[in-house]
């Protein structure tokens, strides 16, 4: 199948239930016309670079390797955390090979010769794994962040659109110079087979007001402008032949704060601190996890608990579930990881929170865990590639955009581990794939825990997470 070139348009943390005629109506709109993937989910941690990765690289977090926001990477990092927001140590991992173990986009379209380009006013180091293997293949990127683009276009961007304007909440003003890069820029000059136009908001707004608060809302009415002012230029014959929307993950309201490091003083040397944390045990026997287990559980903060056995990541431990049902499970992973307590309903009137690390403060947005809020994700696409006014209610997630990408402009997808969305394509088969329903669970003490799960054509597709028994977040 080849049917023309593709603009992926990721609108970063919001929440698909966040997506109404009211707040975003040029959203809205397309995704009515289009098809529209009604039960997408984000992978697990859903953190925005772990989900970068899952995106451009088809494949979840155990297969890529970040495996989280932050982590004990020794080999790259013999002191201290490896924060893949430091874009100095996603390129000192890259020289070393230690940074991800698969393909990515840009890596493929670069090497079947097909032009790939990045538009993005994320942080740099999403921008990296966005856009990772680009320079070697040059392919042009243009980031807000000085230093982090490609010199050439960011030096064209200056001389014709002027200075990129000053981060804000909203983000709205950056959005729209990086959309102006974009149509006036980019596509008359580079003509792309793919591109990305990464949104910074409603995700770094939310972070500051809540899910729901009025900055908020006029950061997704920003968005939303420019996405609509994107259709129209597309609509008028110089854009794309196809359009796909996404969010990389939701939100949900951080209720409370927690100090983790006094709070596990026997850990506190090898934790890799947050709402979503890992435990890096120097000693990850069977004994010394499943210790390590039951001490967590114990605490009236702690959410789900899962492990990555060494030599046997399928297998778990009283108290935990294997991380590797989750996506999860690398080398790099921790041996021990676990969320902190999360509670609440989803939808409109949601009041689903969790406790946090730090970073924002109470009432703010925060993302990294399993409840329905953080995981419900938007994928929509318009195009001769998809299909028309279609509600696809077979379950997908954050690694099934690269192979229906790669599908749609005709490459392979060998080394991928998601799977072509053949329902959402207009020469598909008419056959939705079977899905299946499954629950994990765990328990150990007073601690329940469990995952929700589809099972799509032999992949596991995680709805939500819950846990019981301790102190739900106020």
């Given at each position: 199948?080849?049917?023309?070139?593709?603009?992926?348009?990721?609108?970063?943390?919001?929440?698909?239930?966040?997506?109404?005629?009211?707040?975003?109506?040029?959203?809205?709109?397309?995704?009515?016309?289009?098809?529209?993937?009604?039960?997408?989910?984000?992978?697990?941690?859903?953190?925005?670079?772990?989900?970068?990765?899952?995106?451009?690289?088809?494949?979840?977090?155990?297969?890529?390797?970040?495996?989280?926001?932050?982590?004990?990477?020794?080999?790259?990092?013999?002191?201290?955390?490896?924060?893949?927001?430091?874009?100095?140590?996603?390129?000192?991992?890259?020289?070393?090979?230690?940074?991800?173990?698969?393909?990515?986009?840009?890596?493929?379209?670069?090497?079947?010769?097909?032009?790939?380009?990045?538009?993005?006013?994320?942080?740099?180091?999403?921008?990296?794994?966005?856009?990772?293997?680009?320079?070697?293949?040059?392919?042009?990127?243009?980031?807000?962040?000085?230093?982090?683009?490609?010199?050439?276009?960011?030096?064209?961007?200056?001389?014709?659109?002027?200075?990129?304007?000053?981060?804000?909440?909203?983000?709205?003003?950056?959005?729209?110079?990086?959309?102006?890069?974009?149509?006036?820029?980019?596509?008359?000059?580079?003509?792309?087979?793919?591109?990305?136009?990464?949104?910074?908001?409603?995700?770094?707004?939310?972070?500051?007001?809540?899910?729901?608060?009025?900055?908020?809302?006029?950061?997704?009415?920003?968005?939303?402008?420019?996405?609509?002012?994107?259709?129209?230029?597309?609509?008028?014959?110089?854009?794309?032949?196809?359009?796909?929307?996404?969010?990389?993950?939701?939100?949900?309201?951080?209720?409370?704060?927690?100090?983790?490091?006094?709070?596990?003083?026997?850990?506190a040397d090898h934790l890799a601190p947050g709402y979503?944390?890992?435990?890096?045990?120097?000693?990850?026997?069977?004994?010394?996890?499943?210790?390590?287990?039951?001490?967590?559980?114990?605490e009236p903060w702690c959410g789900l608990v899962f492990?990555?056995?060494?030599?046997?990541?399928?297998?778990?431990?009283?108290?935990?579930?294997?991380?590797?049902?989750?996506?999860?499970?690398?080398?790099?992973?921790?041996?021990?990881?676990?969320?902190?307590?999360?509670?609440?309903?989803?939808?409109?009137?949601?009041?689903?929170?969790?406790?946090?690390?730090?970073?924002?403060?109470?009432?703010?947005?925060?993302?990294?865990?399993?409840?329905?809020?953080?995981?419900?994700?938007?994928?929509?696409?318009?195009?001769?590639?998809?299909?028309?006014?279609?509600?696809?209610?077979?379950?997908?997630?954050?690694?099934?955009?690269?192979?229906?990408?790669?599908?749609?402009?005709?490459?392979?997808?060998?080394?991928?581990?998601?799977?072509?969305?053949?329902?959402?394509?207009?020469?598909?088969?008419?056959?939705?794939?079977?899905?299946?329903?499954?629950?994990?669970?765990?328990?150990?003490?007073?601690?329940?825990?469990?995952?929700?799960?589809?099972?799509?054509?032999?992949?596991?597709?995680?709805?939500?997470?819950?846990?019981?028994?301790?102190?739900?977040?106020?």
């Open positions: 199948m080849r049917t023309g070139s593709i603009l992926l348009v990721c609108f970063d943390g919001l929440r698909r239930d966040r997506v109404t005629p009211d707040r975003m109506p040029n959203l809205s709109r397309f995704m009515a016309g289009g098809v529209d993937m009604i039960n997408s989910r984000s992978v697990f941690p859903s953190e925005t670079r772990v989900a970068t990765t899952s995106t451009v690289t088809g494949c979840w977090p155990g297969e890529h390797g970040l495996v989280a926001n932050q982590f004990f990477n020794r080999d790259v990092l013999p002191d201290g955390l490896f924060n893949t927001a430091k874009r100095e140590n996603l390129l000192r991992a890259d020289a070393q090979g230690l940074l991800i173990d698969r393909e990515s986009l840009g890596q493929r379209l670069g090497r079947a010769g097909r032009r790939f380009a990045i538009v993005s006013t994320a942080t740099p180091g999403a921008t990296f794994m966005m856009s990772y293997g680009a320079a070697r293949h040059e392919q042009p990127v243009f980031s807000v962040h000085e230093g982090v683009g490609s010199p050439a276009l960011m030096a064209e961007a200056a001389e014709r659109l002027g200075p990129v304007p000053a981060a804000a909440r909203p983000n709205t003003a950056q959005i729209d110079y990086a959309a102006r890069v974009l149509t006036d820029l980019v596509y008359p000059r580079h003509r792309p087979d793919l591109a990305i136009l990464w949104m910074s908001d409603p995700d770094i707004t939310s972070h500051g007001f809540g899910i729901d608060a009025p900055e908020t809302i006029a950061a997704q009415r920003g968005c939303d402008d420019a996405f609509g002012r994107i259709l129209d230029w597309s609509e008028a014959g110089d854009g794309p032949d196809n359009i796909i929307v996404m969010s990389d993950h939701g939100q949900i309201t951080g209720s409370r704060q927690i100090d983790l490091k006094t709070a596990l003083p026997d850990f979503f944390s890992g435990v890096h045990l120097p000693d990850p026997t069977r004994e010394t996890v499943a210790a390590a287990v039951e001490r967590l559980t114990k492990v990555n056995l060494p030599d046997a990541p399928e297998e778990s431990v009283a108290g935990a579930i294997p991380a590797a049902a989750l996506g999860g499970g690398h080398a790099r992973s921790a041996p021990v990881s676990f969320t902190l307590r999360a509670g609440g309903e989803p939808g409109p009137g949601s009041t689903e929170s969790c406790l946090f690390v730090g970073g924002i403060a109470a009432g703010g947005g925060m993302h990294g865990g399993l409840t329905r809020g953080e995981l419900s994700t938007v994928l929509a696409a318009s195009g001769p590639a998809f299909c028309r006014g279609k509600r696809s209610e077979t379950p997908c997630w954050l690694p099934d955009i690269a192979p229906t990408i790669l599908t749609v402009l005709g490459l392979p997808t060998e080394g991928t581990s998601g799977r072509t969305l053949r329902e959402a394509l207009s020469d598909g088969e008419a056959a939705t794939p079977r899905v299946e329903r499954r629950t994990l669970t765990a328990a150990i003490g007073g601690h329940r825990q469990g995952v929700e799960q589809w099972i799509v054509e032999g992949r596991a597709i995680t709805d939500f997470g819950w846990s019981s028994g301790g102190v739900l977040p106020t």
